[in-house]
């Protein structure tokens, strides 16, 4: 058994494991940490460099959720973090969307709408602890969790699809107005804006900014005060006020698979990747 820090407390560990068997370059893709005597779980983000949300890492996401959820009922909040501090995620893998594989891209984009209906309607009380950036994809995953705590250093948090050429779809959009509103998201997805940390609470994006060392610390003592509301009634809270929008995508699931593969794969899309590709390779 190993020893993990729960906010204050030091406790004794009886699963730290990954919770999906699923591996990319045989580096394990989520890990977890749960103790038998707390109700607070810990779940890091490692796929590096930059937790880019490829078909497996969503599918680890999701799967690590559905296992806690389903084996351990003590567990009442969750702390989602990074293995890396510099960059909570990039977003969505950009090798999934250049010059695509036809039978792999709907399965991709599948993944992607399963992890926001898993996290977002979660039965546990999220909380995510960002130290680095959440860029696009990144930010919705911080957007779906229940609270958001930030570094103060100079990270950002927004969804710039639009500045590599793509659009985000309409329930990461209406998930930015019941963020930050309607005027605000509309400027900020028109614009791909991603904004400092002062700005981000300003607006409403996160809910807290703390010194970098203090982010994980303060994300565990926030979800023991989440877990300490009895649990049915906190449940039944958020799924009145969010599973609306869930139910909205899970209607219109197979058509939002068919709108985004038909824009990916637009000639005028495929060039902007190209070029965004591009600039990574000169960059690297």
Not at 28 to 36: P, R, S, Y
Not at 214 to 227: C, D, G, K, Y
Request: proline share 4%.
């Amino acid at each position: 058994m190993n020893n993990v820090r729960i906010g204050s407390k030091w406790c004794k560990l009886i699963y730290k494991q990954p919770l999906s068997t699923l591996k990319q370059g045989g580096d394990k893709l989520v890990m977890t940490e749960i103790d038998i005597n707390h109700p607070v779980a810990m779940m890091t983000l490692n796929r590096p460099p930059v937790n880019s949300l490829s078909l497996e890492m969503c599918n680890a996401i999701t799967s690590a959720l559905s296992s806690i959820e389903n084996e351990h009922p003590h567990i009442h909040s969750l702390v989602l973090n990074s293995s890396n501090s510099s960059i909570f995620s990039a977003g969505l893998d950009i090798t999934e969307l250049y010059r695509p594989d036809p039978n792999r891209l709907p399965e991709f984009w599948k993944s992607f709408q399963d992890l926001f209906i898993k996290l977002y309607g979660s039965r546990l009380a999220t909380i995510a602890a960002i130290e680095g950036s959440a860029i696009a994809g990144g930010c919705m995953v911080a957007m779906s969790c229940d609270y958001r705590i930030i570094s103060s250093n100079k990270i950002t948090i927004g969804l710039n699809e639009t500045k590599l050429g793509i659009a985000a779809p309409f329930w990461m959009s209406d998930m930015l107005i019941r963020t930050i509103g309607f005027r605000k998201a509309e400027i900020a997805l028109s614009m791909g804006s991603l904004f400092l940390p002062e700005e981000a609470l300003k607006v409403g994006f996160v809910d807290e900014i703390v010194s970098p060392n203090e982010v994980i610390s303060r994300a565990h003592h926030q979800a023991e005060q989440w877990a300490k509301i009895p649990s049915q009634a906190r449940v039944v809270s958020k799924k009145q006020l969010r599973q609306r929008y869930i139910t909205e995508l899970q209607k219109n699931q197979q058509q939002d698979i068919k709108q985004f593969c038909a824009f990916i794969n637009d000639d005028d899309v495929q060039l902007s990747l190209a070029k965004y590709m591009a600039k990574l390779k000169n960059n690297s």
